[in-house]
């Protein structure tokens, strides 16, 4: 299979969307890595900020959905009937 490629054109100077080639060289130094790791791991960590990792819902239950569910709750819950009981030793005896 042939890789995928991308032209990557590096900014005259830092700014707050890009970076110099000068800065890739210096952060692959003091990572260690070489610098098409590090863009793949700059790409990688933007990727998990920005891209969701679910597909949305349809958004806020309506009053009817929320009562639904509390109503099934309160039927299915198996709640301790009667007084707490005291218990002397939460370990052992």
Do not use: C, W
Request: aromatic share 4%.
């Amino acid at each position: 299979m042939a890789k995928s490629q991308i032209l990557l054109a590096f900014k005259q100077q830092d700014t707050p969307t890009g970076v110099t080639r000068e800065t890739v060289k210096q952060m692959a130094e003091a990572t260690g890595l070489n610098e098409t790791a590090l863009i793949h791991l700059a790409l990688a960590k933007m990727a998990q900020e920005t891209i969701p990792m679910y597909e949305p819902d349809d958004g806020p239950l309506t009053p009817e959905q929320t009562k639904a569910l509390q109503q099934e709750a309160n039927e299915t819950s198996r709640r301790p009937v009667g007084p707490p009981r005291k218990i002397k030793h939460l370990f052992g005896t």
